[in-house]
């Protein structure tokens, strides 16, 4: 089902530009919280945020850098917890992919939006919004969930070179690291913890595992402890 995801987003991005890469922007985590919990920052989360669910397609590059990581930050922030509305969104992925109809994808847009409140910036998710629009002939929010899916993968690309375990790419789940690869047409064949912040994750393409894998910072997901209360590392 991963791949199919993925195989989405590609088709997708032949059809648009996709986004060029910006200079490398380690996240720099009291920065981060500083401007975002300060009301008079250009950078005020609420603001962010409000702006972001709107389909503000003006929000830049660095604001997208403080809405990705400051969402960490965030009391809906629970990367741990499931979200039951995925396997509903896999259950009409599963039986529309012969013969989608239209009810079939109002139905996955209805259950990407519940996805979408539990973790809004998942790009296998908005890859999914992308398509169901498309498919129902919907450009204008076609357009506007490409835009925000490619913003989300050039944020986490630009977060490190991804190639030592110094400079890993930084994840607010370990499924966003699947799928940025995956915009790549990298498959993940084996994810394995190198320190208490990183993983490394081996790859393959088109079957053919390939010499270099990818280092990502996972770190942000053990912010919080079970019971939803910050740890105190973070």
Not at 35 to 61: A, F, V
């Amino acid at each position: 089902m991963y791949g199919y995801f993925m195989k989405v987003i590609l088709a997708v991005c032949m059809t648009f530009a996709c986004l060029p890469s910006v200079a490398q922007n380690a996240p720099d985590n009291e920065d981060i919280l500083a401007k975002t919990i300060d009301p008079d920052s250009p950078y005020y989360y609420p603001s962010l945020m409000l702006r972001y669910t709107n389909g503000d397609e003006t929000l830049s590059d660095k604001d997208y850098y403080y809405l990705y990581y400051g969402y960490a930050y965030s009391d809906s922030y629970r990367p741990l917890e499931s979200i039951p509305a995925e396997m509903k969104v896999l259950e009409v992925l599963e039986r529309s992919q012969d013969d989608p109809t239209v009810y079939d994808m109002q139905e996955m847009i209805r259950y990407a939006g519940e996805v979408m409140k539990a973790d809004p910036f998942s790009p296998s998710n908005l890859n999914l919004l992308v398509y169901a629009y498309g498919m129902i002939g919907d450009t204008v929010n076609e357009r506007l969930n490409y835009d925000r899916m490619n913003k989300v993968l050039a944020t986490i690309r630009n977060s490190g070179t991804g190639l030592t375990e110094s400079s890993p790419m930084h994840v607010l789940r370990f499924s966003h690291a699947s799928d940025l690869l995956g915009s790549y047409g990298l498959e993940v064949t084996n994810r394995m913890i190198v320190s208490r912040t990183a993983e490394y994750i081996s790859v393959s393409q088109d079957g053919r595992p390939q010499r270099k894998g990818y280092y990502f910072d996972y770190s942000r997901v053990y912010w919080r402890k079970p019971d939803g209360t910050a740890s105190a590392t973070n």
